[in-house]
């Protein structure tokens, strides 16, 4: 495909108002994350060839599409107020974090619209995958759930019947599976740092949904140590996965903190399983999804591995629809 195509086909959506998502006095999720990526994607020459689109500001009433309206309300009050925390100490209540949380909401529906209309095939927000907010509170730095809420949007507007979240972060994906734990039109797949020895816990082999949705969820620990042949060992788990449930939609969430020497965990990574398990998904939505994918950053916080990770993905996304 030539670039001129390649641009029509993938979305990149960064801008100011994204990279305001974050937090100060040397929080691990700093408002830098953005622009380590971008200077990256600038050096190869990926800016030209795909869309860049500005962030667009959400609302409550998008929030309130995952979370409840009590906790929509709190993160409001609290960070209006912009002093102490948004759960139990490590999600700061800063002046502008609501207004920017929204701004990741926003932009993560909008990217949604955007490939559901035929605008683009694939969709890429850095500053996004906020896997770990609940239904009804904050959590690992996550305010709103944005991928949940994309979920719940593309399922309520367009009717869509089976949607695909795949995590590839270091951390388990708590708020998205137990958010839709029990909800047999979310299929899970989730490879992660085992959580007897990473936050958040969770994740363990054995949980493979609730009631009704027992089967469709699938989420495969790794040891600490873990690295690119592990990763490969087991990806093919998920590709089998996805195309027993035949997706009709696919969320990546690709946070960059599984590459070796991320400050906060313990899997030793390359980028090629991030370019790979891309390259997989997008032909996995061709298939079955009319070619819809949309990748969100999640987390990371060695800012040359998110340089390096992240635009593996853009590559991975650009180098797909040719």
């Not at 994906?173 to 958010?179: A, I, N, P």
């Not at 085992?194 to 699938?218: C, M, Q």
């Not at 089998?240 to 990546?252: A, G, V």
Request: hydrophobic share 40%; aromatic share 10%.
């Amino acid at each position: 495909m030539t670039d001129s195509k390649a641009r029509q086909a993938v979305q990149l959506h960064v801008g100011d108002a994204l990279a305001r998502y974050g937090f100060s006095d040397g929080h691990p999720f700093g408002r830098d994350r953005q622009e380590a990526f971008l200077s990256v994607a600038r050096e190869r020459d990926l800016l030209e060839r795909v869309s860049c689109v500005e962030p667009v500001m959400g609302d409550a009433f998008q929030a309130r599409l995952f979370h409840t309206p009590e906790y929509v309300e709190f993160v409001e009050s609290r960070c209006r107020e912009g002093s102490g925390y948004l759960d139990g100490g490590d999600t700061p209540a800063e002046s502008g974090t609501y207004e920017a949380a929204l701004t990741v909401v926003g932009t993560a529906v909008a990217a949604a619209d955007a490939i559901m209309h035929g605008e683009c095939r694939r969709a890429f927000q850095p500053i996004a995958g906020l896997h770990h907010a609940g239904r009804e509170t904050a959590s690992g730095f996550c305010v709103f759930n944005d991928c949940g809420v994309v979920v719940e949007h593309v399922r309520r507007q367009y009717g869509l019947e089976r949607v695909a979240y795949v995590d590839i972060d270091a951390h388990h994906g708590d708020g998205v599976y137990f958010g839709f734990a029990d909800d047999p039109g979310l299929i899970f797949a989730d490879i992660h740092e085992d959580g007897r020895f990473l936050f958040p816990g969770t994740g363990a082999a054995e949980e493979t949904g609730d009631g009704p949705a027992a089967g469709t969820k699938l989420n495969i620990p790794l040891t600490p140590g873990a690295g690119d042949r592990e990763f490969f060992e087991v990806w093919g788990e998920v590709e089998d996965f996805l195309e027993r449930h035949r997706p009709e939609f696919i969320i990546l969430q690709c946070g960059a903190d599984p590459l070796m020497g991320d400050p906060i965990t313990h899997l030793r990574y390359s980028d090629q399983p991030h370019r790979e398990a891309t390259l997989s998904l997008a032909s996995i939505a061709d298939r079955h999804a009319d070619g819809r994918l949309l990748a969100t950053g999640g987390g990371g916080y060695n800012r040359k591995n998110i340089g390096l990770a992240w635009n593996a993905v853009l590559e991975a996304l650009i180098d797909s629809v040719k």
